[in-house]
């Protein structure tokens, strides 16, 4: 299946490179705005309503046969909304014979960490969320794509959890920590992680679009690193340190640390990412690759103005 007409839904630093990869790929790539100033070379700028028919009206005037759904884990509240709007449209859309594909972007960060999870999390595995986290933001917010397969079985519907992103200039989580002077390890703890380098990310997305993938998909760099293996792989000194010395480290490096940040670095976070290599993908860099690779790329803008 060949691209088409595709509309980008955020201008993060992922939905910002799947932009620029596409516009060599699709007919038109378009890119939902709102107060963003510039948009990748080659791509048109769609200011979408914040009403669902009225969007549904935007996707048919314009004719997107492809919808990709990119969510800042930063603002989880906010994804629920969001993802709300844009189900709504997509299936408003399908019946009317426009749009044909929509895949979604979320996150590792779905799985609480915990004593009690899977050393490898599957995807339709139980989970318990703390209320108000981002793990039960972002189950919410997948929730509507859910729905939205459900109640269209014609429409291939695909989310993919993508694992820590390197290589990003907006790096969160393990990947913020591995970019800085020294990396902090919790005393006593040693967790398995896993790392997905964002032109991986890029690839995935392309890859559920082509094969029309549906289903939900874990998406990792191959196999589990130790976290202190991480660290000696970006090539940064380790500190031990307790989980309120922790928090208070990130503050003062100005980090954007998720609510569960401690925990993964108590426990813990892997998935399981059989499905998608079924389904035709396996990520270039494995996940020791791209904890070396989050440790050495500097920091750099990736938006270019015209």
């Not at 005037?61 to 709504?88: F, K, R, S």
Request: glycine content about 6%.
């Amino acid at each position: 299946m060949t691209f088409g007409r595709v509309m980008v839904t955020g201008l993060g630093a992922l939905g910002w490179r799947v932009a620029e990869r596409l516009v060599t790929d699709a007919k038109a790539v378009l890119v939902a705005t709102s107060e963003t100033p510039t948009t990748p070379p080659g791509t048109d700028p769609v200011r979408v309503p914040r009403e669902h028919r009225a969007l549904t009206e935007t996707l048919v005037q314009h004719g997107v046969d492809t919808v990709i759904h990119t969510m800042p884990v930063a603002n989880p509240h906010g994804n629920v909304i969001t993802t709300m709007l844009w189900a709504t449209a997509a299936a408003a859309a399908h019946r009317r014979s426009v749009v044909r594909r929509f895949v979604m972007l979320s996150s590792a960060a779905v799985y609480p960490a915990s004593s009690a999870a899977s050393f490898l999390q599957p995807e339709h595995g139980e989970r318990r969320f703390r209320p108000g986290s981002t793990a039960e933001n972002l189950a919410e917010a997948e929730q509507f794509a859910r729905d939205l397969a459900v109640a269209n079985p014609h429409l291939p519907v695909a989310i993919l959890r993508c694992a820590e992103l390197v290589a990003s200039n907006e790096p969160q989580g393990l990947a913020a920590l591995l970019r800085g002077p020294i990396v902090p390890a919790l005393w006593g703890f040693d967790p398995s992680v896993q790392f997905l380098h964002v032109d991986d990310a890029v690839d995935a997305i392309e890859h559920a679009v082509r094969e029309e993938l549906a289903g939900i998909y874990n998406v990792a760099g191959e196999g589990t690193v130790r976290w202190r293996r991480a660290a000696r792989l970006a090539r940064k000194p380790v500190v031990n340190v307790p989980a309120v010395s922790l928090r208070s480290m990130a503050r003062l490096a100005r980090l954007n640390m998720p609510d569960d940040l401690v925990d993964v670095l108590r426990f813990g976070r892997a998935m399981d990412t059989d499905a998608m290599a079924r389904a035709g993908f396996v990520p270039f860099r494995t996940s020791e690759a791209g904890a070396a690779i989050a440790g050495r790329i500097p920091m750099r803008p990736t938006r270019r103005r015209r």
